[in-house]
């Protein structure tokens, strides 16, 4: 089993990923600004944020798998791309980096162009999705010896589209995932059953990977 760190894992993405991580008998740390009333039974929380890059290094010692999971948005605007980078940089080589970005740098087709490029794609979103892909554009540029992987979400995968956990999804590679009607979307669990998959069997060193129904 491996010793999973989550940062921002109180938020949508982060708690689902730690209670299915725990679920399968890893160990869970989770890691947010403050630590929650209701906690995930067998997962231990810490108080860290990815605004003090040098603590959250000294409160991650140990663990084999980090995955940040905090958006690029509100206060944190303009300030995810470049301590992902720094924490990167400082954590051991032996660590695996895996990243939560939005659906922005999807491919809306094999070889074509990005989703956060396209007409449809809502003006006051693209911030937080340019400085997404901007960190996917670091960790490629990072020396070989770090491992990495990087998820795009469906289109409909937010807090105000939870779903439920069916165990399956599909993986589009550099594409987003749509259904026959062109419908994009993931539940917050399956979203966490696929990461926690990746992390126990990984088939994406140092790639981005999509993932919808």
Same mark, same amino acid.
């Given at each position: 089993?491996?010793?999973?760190?989550?940062?921002?894992?109180?938020? &949508? =993405?982060?708690?689902?990923?730690?209670?299915?991580? @725990?679920?399968?008998?890893?160990? !869970? @740390?989770?890691? $947010?600004?403050?630590?929650?009333?209701?906690? @995930?039974e067998?997962a231990?929380?810490?108080?860290?944020?990815?605004?003090?890059?040098?603590?959250? @290094?000294?409160?991650?010692?140990?663990? #084999?798998?980090?995955?940040? *999971? /905090?958006?690029?948005?509100?206060?944190?605007?303009?300030?995810?791309?470049?301590?992902?980078?720094?924490?990167?940089?400082?954590?051991?080589? *032996? !660590?695996?980096?895996? /990243? !939560?970005?939005?659906?922005?740098?999807?491919?809306? $087709?094999?070889?074509?162009?990005?989703?956060? #490029?396209?007409?449809?794609? *809502? %003006? %006051? &979103?693209?911030?937080?999705?340019?400085? $997404?892909?901007?960190?996917? #554009?670091?960790?490629?540029?990072?020396?070989a010896?770090? #491992?990495?992987?990087?998820?795009?979400? =469906?289109?409909?995968?937010?807090?105000?589209?939870?779903?439920?956990?069916t165990?399956? &999804?599909?993986?589009?590679?550099?594409?987003?995932?749509?259904?026959?009607?062109?419908?994009?979307?993931?539940?917050?669990p399956?979203?966490?059953?696929?990461? !926690?998959?990746?992390?126990?069997?990984?088939?994406?060193?140092?790639?981005?990977? *999509?993932?919808?129904?």
């Open positions: 089993m491996a010793r999973i760190a989550v940062i921002g894992g109180t938020g &949508y =993405a982060g708690s689902n990923i730690v209670a299915e991580a @725990v679920s399968r008998g890893h160990t !869970v @740390v989770s890691v $947010a600004r403050s630590v929650p009333a209701e906690r @995930v067998g231990t929380y810490v108080e860290g944020t990815l605004l003090d890059v040098p603590g959250l @290094v000294a409160e991650l010692e140990g663990v #084999d798998v980090v995955v940040s *999971t /905090v958006p690029a948005r509100g206060d944190m605007l303009g300030n995810v791309r470049g301590n992902v980078a720094e924490l990167a940089a400082e954590l051991p080589s *032996t !660590v695996r980096i895996g /990243v !939560v970005g939005g659906a922005g740098g999807s491919l809306v $087709a094999p070889g074509g162009e990005r989703l956060v #490029d396209q007409p449809s794609f *809502t %003006e %006051e &979103y693209k911030p937080e999705a340019l400085e $997404a892909i901007g960190i996917l #554009d670091d960790l490629r540029a990072g020396p010896s770090r #491992d990495w992987f990087y998820v795009h979400p =469906a289109g409909g995968f937010g807090v105000w589209n939870p779903g439920e956990r165990g399956s &999804y599909r993986d589009g590679g550099d594409v987003l995932v749509t259904d026959d009607k062109g419908d994009s979307y993931i539940s917050g399956d979203l966490a059953v696929a990461i !926690v998959d990746e992390i126990e069997e990984p088939k994406h060193s140092r790639e981005r990977f *999509t993932v919808g129904y």
